[in-house]
């Protein structure tokens, strides 16, 4: 069999299957229930309150299993000082007693060996461990690291004042009638502390804790109604993948992803890690939890996605209709203008940038450039050749419009040629635009249009730098690019035209070349996309090249090139840092001479890299500012 595992397309449809086979889980699954589990309950006698200035003078520990005692550990500790009086009154352990008792560098290696393995229960836990983990550390024992669980929080989760006063030792036990009555005493009330463990585990079975891994939320405040539905995460992969909450009529309430443990990530949900209030609602609504499980964490991003675009589940609230993020376009008629449209259309002629996440992004992007540049801002379609008598607008007489209705066209051309190379190639002249007018209105102290220029230059280098990302690979037909997984394996990604087309691990003993060769045999199938338009969800693009772009990325096979203009809007998304960039004082650069005649075409690399950020080359090079 094969060890390349999971190695298929990624369809955005992917559901479980109705009428799939049950699948009985097995107790790893579940975790380990809590008769399984091997419990010590430890109390300590002291000789005060702090470990820093106090020390242990008795030590008494039970360990019991599934309501059995499995053992005793008991001794006196000589804590190398006096008992003060009002402790030996408390505990009747006076100084005398102690005299000739092993010190505790002798009596923690035994503990610890008796306590090796288990969980450690005391009532009032931090005090108790407190005081262990203290003398550990002065004795030089590494502190191994068990579980802890206090019964104080523990009855305070499930026992109210109506029955006991309050939640000391004393008063539990004779509520849960415990067979010891605590003396302060170690022993005795190691004892009675495992007759109160065991009632207090017997009440919280009806809320759903019933193996060790529930009692690390046993103490949260959770509603009752949601914690019982923590059932609903056993049998869950341990794996990364997606899950969907369904309600009653089997709709979907919530479609969520885990990069790491599907099952871990939804038992999230009935603990009070969960505060979102929508989500403690769709708990209470949810009756099932289906899994798919994904071979990598990348996959599980993008089918997350898919199925939010395909089931627009009502308790998500990411962008559910990508064909309604708007773009900025240069149009190609005879005097070009800018518009926000909804789509990239093909065959156009037209210059895009985008998308953006909403209209009003959009606009302020285009009043960015209408800022720059003197392009036409009328939306009607002009004549090639303006009639007599044609007047221009008051734009035009602002210096705001450089007026085709009534100018030449050879310079309007040259208008509409700048602001498509700033929208393609170079944004700067954007930013130094912007970044003066800015500068004047700080210096004027009109800090709110200051602002609102700064946010419309945000939102244009936003646009941008986002088209510019995506125009490369919205015209890749295929990319393959692998990445070393922390096992030592492989994981391998399959790209066409933007969209995640297959991934796949192999572990570090396989060969990936035949895995990538099947891999690109069995990816999904995918249309030209229209660039810079990819052909997924926005998102889904932006999860890829985010991924493409981690280190140790090794980019396998590339249908074409795959570059980025070199003074791209992608170094200038910042408008804070950009704007300071701008007003810079420009220091003298040496360039070298054959680079100075002109900008070399970007190098692009398609074989197998050893280098991970290999991918582009830039196009030109410049040597540091000389030093006086």
Aim: with cysteine.
């Amino acid at each position: 069999m094969s060890s390349a595992r999971r190695l298929r397309p990624v369809w955005a449809d992917a559901t479980p299957e109705p009428g799939a086979t049950p699948h009985q889980p097995t107790l790893d699954d579940l975790g380990t229930p809590l008769s399984d589990v091997t419990f010590v309950v430890v109390d300590l006698e002291t000789t005060g309150g702090t470990p820093a200035d106090c020390a242990i003078t008795e030590i008494g520990a039970v360990k019991v299993r599934g309501g059995e005692v499995l053992g005793e550990f008991q001794t006196l500790v000589d804590p190398g000082g006096p008992v003060p009086p009002f402790i030996q009154v408390l505990t009747g352990i006076t100084t005398t007693m102690l005299i000739g008792a092993p010190p505790i560098e002798e009596v923690l290696p035994s503990f610890l060996e008796f306590s090796r393995g288990t969980v450690l229960v005391a009532h009032n836990a931090p005090f108790d461990i407190g005081f262990l983990k203290a003398a550990a550390a002065r004795t030089g024992h590494a502190w191994p690291g068990n579980k802890v669980l206090d019964t104080v929080r523990l009855a305070r989760r499930v026992v109210t004042r109506d029955e006991v006063p309050n939640h000391k030792l004393s008063s539990l036990a004779a509520l849960f009638h415990a067979t010891v009555t605590p003396n302060h005493r170690a022993l005795a009330d190691a004892q009675a502390t495992v007759d109160v463990l065991h009632a207090l585990l017997g009440r919280l079975a009806p809320l759903g804790i019933t193996h060790l891994e529930d009692l690390a939320t046993a103490t949260d405040p959770v509603p009752e109604d949601v914690r019982r539905k923590r059932t609903l995460a056993d049998g869950l992969p341990d794996g990364p993948g997606v899950y969907l909450f369904r309600g009653p009529g089997d709709e979907v309430l919530y479609v969520g992803t885990s990069t790491t443990s599907l099952r871990k990530r939804v038992r999230s949900y009935f603990t009070s890690a969960e505060k979102r209030g929508r989500m403690i609602e769709m708990v209470r609504i949810a009756h099932r939890v289906d899994p798919i499980s994904c071979a990598t964490p990348l996959e599980a991003r993008v089918r997350e996605l898919r199925l939010i675009a395909a089931h627009s589940p009502r308790y998500n609230r990411r962008s559910r209709f990508p064909e309604r993020m708007p773009w900025v376009r240069l149009t190609a008629e005879p005097y070009p203008r800018l518009s926000v449209v909804r789509e990239v259309k093909a065959g156009d002629g037209a210059t895009y940038i985008g998308p953006f996440a909403s209209a009003t992004t959009a606009q302020l992007a285009l009043e960015a450039l209408h800022e720059t540049f003197p392009i036409r801002q009328c939306t009607r379609r002009l004549p090639v050749v303006a009639p007599a008598g044609a007047s221009a607008c008051v734009l035009a007489e602002m210096g705001r419009c450089s007026a085709p209705c009534v100018g030449d066209a050879p310079e309007y051309a040259g208008v509409v040629e700048a602001v498509r190379h700033a929208m393609l190639d170079n944004a700067d002249p954007v930013v130094g635009a912007h970044a003066h007018r800015i500068d004047a209105l700080v210096d004027q102290e009109r800090f709110e249009e200051a602002a609102t220029v700064r946010d419309r230059l945000g939102a244009f280098l936003r646009g941008a730098a986002r088209a510019q990302r995506f125009a490369p690979l919205a015209a890749c037909s295929e990319l393959v690019a692998a990445r070393r997984t922390d096992d030592g394996g492989w994981e391998l990604v399959l790209v066409r035209f933007g969209r995640l087309a297959g991934t796949a691990r192999v572990d570090r003993r396989t060969d990936p070349r035949p895995a990538i060769a099947t891999l690109q045999a069995s990816g999904e199938h995918v249309d030209a996309a229209v660039a810079p338009a990819p052909a997924a969800h926005p998102e889904e693009t932006d999860l890829v090249i985010t991924w493409l772009d981690q280190p140790g990325v090794r980019l396998v096979e590339v249908s074409s090139t795959w570059a980025h203009p070199v003074r791209s809007a992608q170094r200038l998304r910042d408008p804070a840092a950009a704007v300071a960039t701008a007003l810079r004082p420009v220091e003298p650069f040496e360039v070298h001479p054959v680079e100075a005649r002109g900008e070399r075409p970007p190098v692009v690399l398609t074989g197998a890299l050893d280098d991970a950020d290999a991918r582009v080359l830039p196009t030109t090079s410049v040597r540091q500012p000389r030093t006086a």
